[in-house]
Nanobody
Framework: QVQLVESGGGLVQAGGSLRLSCVASGRTFNGYAMGWFHQAPGKEREFVAG????????YYGDSVKGRFTISRDNAKNTVYLQMNSLKPEDTAVYYCAAVWSPMGGSYRRDYEYNHWGRGTQVTVSS
C-alpha cells in the first residue's frame, strides 16, 4: 500500500505559475507510475500528466501540453507538477495517483490507478 499527499496548491493570477508536489510513503516509490489529474466543480476528473517509474517517459493531456511539466525525484519519493502560464480554466482540485508498473507503460484513465491522494485546490483568477 502507498499513501500519497499533495501540496502546493493555492490562488494565482492568470499567467502565473505554481508547483505541486506529491509525497509517497508506505512502499518503495520506485516501480510506480505516477499521474496527475484534475477535477473542476461539476466536471469529470481529467488526466493532466503522467510519468513512468524511472522518469524517462512523460506524457500530457492536450489542454496542458507546453505549459505543464511532470517530474519525479525517486530519492525523495516525490513527484512534481510544474504549472506555467496558468489559465482560469485550470482551476480545479488536483490529485496525485499511483499504479504499480515496474515494466513501464502509460496510463491516462483514472480507473487505471489504484492509489490516490486527497487533492490540493488550484484557483486561477482572471
Amino acid at each position: 500500500q502507498v499513501q500519497l499527499v499533495e501540496s502546493g496548491g493555492g490562488l494565482v493570477q492568470a499567467g502565473g505559475s505554481l508547483r505541486l508536489s506529491c509525497v509517497a510513503s508506505g512502499r518503495t516509490f520506485n516501480g510506480y507510475a505516477m499521474g496527475w489529474f484534475h477535477q473542476a466543480p461539476g466536471k469529470e476528473r481529467e488526466f493532466v500528466a503522467g510519468i513512468d517509474w524511472s522518469g524517462g517517459r512523460t506524457y500530457y493531456g492536450d489542454s496542458v501540453k507546453g505549459r505543464f511539466t511532470i517530474s519525479r525525484d525517486n530519492a525523495k519519493n516525490t513527484v512534481y507538477l510544474q504549472m506555467n502560464s496558468l489559465k482560469p480554466e485550470d482551476t480545479a482540485v488536483y490529485y496525485c495517483a499511483a499504479v504499480w508498473s515496474p515494466m513501464g507503460g502509460s496510463y491516462r484513465r483514472d480507473y487505471e490507478y489504484n492509489h490516490w491522494g486527497r487533492g490540493t485546490q488550484v484557483t486561477v483568477s482572471s
